[in-house]
């Protein structure tokens, strides 16, 4: 494992990807400070556009890193440096993780201090806010891992949708949850065991994909 | 000797090439390397003693293989216009002799033939002795 | 007394395949032994699907084969190591740079991974090629890119280069200046370049050894001029009912009424009198171009393979 060249290409991957980069986290954070805004519709407004924000940055950033490569054949061109397949994929992956969370984490941390900033706002709503930040980026992984093994943009799409839905049917469930729901009004942060349930499932999730997408890279049998 | 080493070098940094070589040439590439290096040993561009360039810069600078050149050396080697020194590369050789034979033989061949041009166009030998006079004059005039 | 005798120095092998094989779903590289000596070039001629760029990623390490061994420099070459790479240089034709960056990032990129690099042959690189480094890999025509990885490559001042069809597609005059550039690589005897091309005009001119490949499989593989010398096409006029003389390496090429036109690919004095004692007339025995004695091994490798 060469440190040095693991660092060489995670930077590459970030420079080539600096441009969405900054959009998606000025996106982001934009839309976090729409939510913020006087009124329901505000509110409304603001979160549908920080998960659009969120999905599309996830969909953007694993074409231009991930499947790009295998596209544009510029796979070829860094297999052909002196990096092996091991460090590759140590950056590889870590690169594409850490771009996502730039906006992620961006628009995660500004709702947090937002909510505990404004005074209408309910701070116990954070805990919803963290349970469903961690659903996007659970999805994001699955994202990857199916990046990795299908190559293929059709089959990630499809990912992204079923993601989507199964995200609206989960703030919805969460909504009607009546330990949540009442979480939601109040104005103390706590997380009841419910919520830790929740968390520890999604970081679970994260990691078995995370997990996966990094074995099959490096037991690649070709490097090209 | 210096001197004329350093002139044979420069051509090199400069890349006017004194050896062409033609792909359309039917001859083998080695025959050309040969035959051209003769003809510049023989009118006097490569005096005795001046160093060769190695095989395998030979080989780099013309594009063509090591073997070729290996070979077009070795035969230079064998019929004396080159004497290659053990690890030390190629010098033209100092007896130019040998060839000065082979440029002497081109000559006369060269010289029969324009006599027989000379004749098909109807040229009198006084023309064809000022026509030879004039071409001395131009290479004198190129060379100066 | 008897004095041991060293054996003769062994030449420094740059490559090494043995008995290599690889199947694909629909293709099948076939028990490939191939050596490249050190300090020469190494042409590899093949038609398209031939197996060249097959032989060529295997050797880089990018394709794993199902059985044999690849050692290049020495080492020996696994997708887990990336020790060997540091000291080869590899172009394949369907190589791609990032777009959207331009040369000069590119150069900085594969600067910060080659210790060896030498910036300032990097700088003559881009005036000689007439590139730019500002310029975007997107405006690129494709010889500007195939020279642009070319002084990605020769840069780093590798100790092989395996280059996988690099005259494809370029001009006369791009051609000229990779070839020029690539050779001043042969006045160096550590440095070895193996090269694939179906152009045998290119290989004929600059290899010292060449190797035909036709469907996976080594057809032959000969020292150049040995190839030249050894190879003939013979026209003979011949009755109907004449049968080519049992000679090593003779075979029926084609006929033309009395016309016989055949070919032979290991010339020795006194061919042409067996065959006119044989009762043939001779009216022709001349070498062959490179290209043609290629196109006539392979030719025979498929009639050989079929039987």
């Given at each position: 494992m060469n440190t040095q060249a693991i660092q060489i290409l995670f930077l590459k991957d970030l420079f080539l990807s600096r441009w969405p980069l900054f959009g998606y986290l000025v996106g982001g954070l934009f839309s976090a400070m729409v939510t913020c805004l006087p009124g329901e519709t505000a509110g409304f407004i603001g979160f549908v556009l920080m998960i659009t924000v969120t999905i599309a940055a996830g969909i953007h950033l694993i074409g231009v890193l991930l499947l790009a490569e295998s596209v544009d054949m510029t796979r070829t061109f860094v297999m052909s440096?002196?990096?092996?397949l091991l460090d590759y994929s140590i950056a590889k992956i870590s690169v594409v993780l850490v771009a996502f969370m730039i906006p992620w984490l961006g628009m995660l941390a500004s709702l947090t201090v937002l909510n505990f900033v404004?005074?209408?706002?309910?701070?116990?709503i954070v805990a919803f806010l963290v349970m469903i930040f961690l659903f996007m980026l659970a999805g994001f992984c699955l994202q990857l891992v199916t990046a990795v093994v299908t190559e293929s943009v059709g089959w990630t799409i499809v990912v992204v949708v079923m993601g989507n839905v199964l995200l609206n049917l989960f703030i919805k469930s969460l909504h009607d949850h009546p330990v949540i729901a009442e979480l939601n009004r109040s104005e103390t942060l706590s997380w009841p065991p419910i919520v830790l349930q929740i968390m520890t499932i999604e970081v679970i999730v994260m990691s078995v994909a995370l997990g996966l997408a990094f074995l099959l890279q490096i037991r690649r049998r070709d490097l090209v | 000797m210096t001197g004329e080493f350093l002139c044979v070098y420069t051509v090199y940094m400069n890349k006017h090439r004194w050896i062409t070589l033609s792909?359309?040439?039917?001859?083998a590439l080695y025959l050309q390397v040969i035959e051209q290096i003769r003809r510049r040993v023989a009118v006097g561009?490569?005096?005795?003693?001046t160093e060769l360039p190695s095989i395998r810069q030979l080989a780099a600078d013309l594009s063509v293989s090591v073997i070729t050149i290996k070979r077009a050396y070795l035969e230079l080697e064998r019929d004396g216009t080159i004497t290659t020194r053990q690890g030390k590369g190629s010098v033209?050789?100092?007896?130019p002799g040998l060839s000065t034979a082979i440029t002497q033989r081109e000559l006369e061949s060269h010289l029969n033939a324009a006599a027989q041009l000379g004749s098909l166009l109807g040229l009198s030998k006084t023309e064809m002795q000022r026509r030879m006079a004039e071409a001395c004059e131009n290479l004198q005039r190129k060379q100066k | 007394m008897s004095i041991a005798i060293a054996p003769p120095h062994t030449k420094t092998a740059a490559a090494a395949l043995r008995g290599v094989a690889r199947t694909f779903k629909h293709f099948r590289l076939d028990n490939i032994d191939l050596e490249i000596e050190q300090g020469t070039v190494n042409g590899l001629i093949g038609p398209n699907g031939a197996g060249k760029s097959t032989i060529m990623r295997i050797m880089m390490g990018l394709l794993t084969p199902d059985t044999g061994t690849v050692s290049v420099l020495g080492q020996p070459i696994s997708?887990?190591?990336?020790?060997?790479k540091r000291d080869i240089g590899f172009f394949s034709d369907d190589m791609r740079l990032y777009?959207?960056?331009t040369v000069a990032f590119h150069l900085q990129f594969v600067r910060s991974l080659f210790?060896?690099?030498d910036e300032a042959y990097a700088q003559q690189l881009l005036s000689r090629f007439g590139?730019?480094?500002?310029?975007?890999?997107?405006?690129?025509?494709h010889g500007q890119r195939v020279k642009c990885l070319l002084l990605l490559i020769l840069a780093r001042r590798p100790k092989l280069l395996i280059l996988?069809?690099?005259?494809?597609?370029?001009d006369p005059v791009a051609r000229q200046e990779v070839l020029s550039e690539l050779m001043q690589?042969?006045?160096?005897?550590?440095r070895t370049i193996l090269y694939s091309s179906h152009n045998t005009q290119d290989v004929e001119q600059i290899s010292d050894t060449i190797t035909f490949i036709d469907r996976g499989r080594v057809i032959a593989r000969n020292n150049r001029d040995e190839f030249l010398e050894r190879w003939r096409r013979i026209r003979v006029q011949a009755p109907a009912n004449w049968q080519a003389p049992a000679i090593a390496g003779l075979r029926p090429e084609s006929t033309f009424g009395n016309l016989r036109v055949l070919t032979l690919d290991r010339y020795q004095a006194g061919v042409e009198d067996r065959l006119q004692l044989s009762g043939a007339t001779l009216e022709s025995s001349e070498t062959m171009s490179l290209e043609e004695i290629f196109v006539a091994a392979v030719m025979r490798g498929r009639e050989e393979n079929e039987l």
């Open positions: 440096l002196p990096v092996s404004v005074p209408e706002a309910k701070t116990g | 792909q359309s040439d039917p001859r561009d490569l005096p005795p003693g033209v050789a100092e007896k | 997708s887990r190591e990336a020790g060997a777009k959207s960056e210790p060896g690099w590139l730019i480094a500002g310029q975007k890999v997107r405006g690129l025509s996988d069809e690099p005259t494809n597609g370029l690589i042969v006045s160096d005897e550590t």
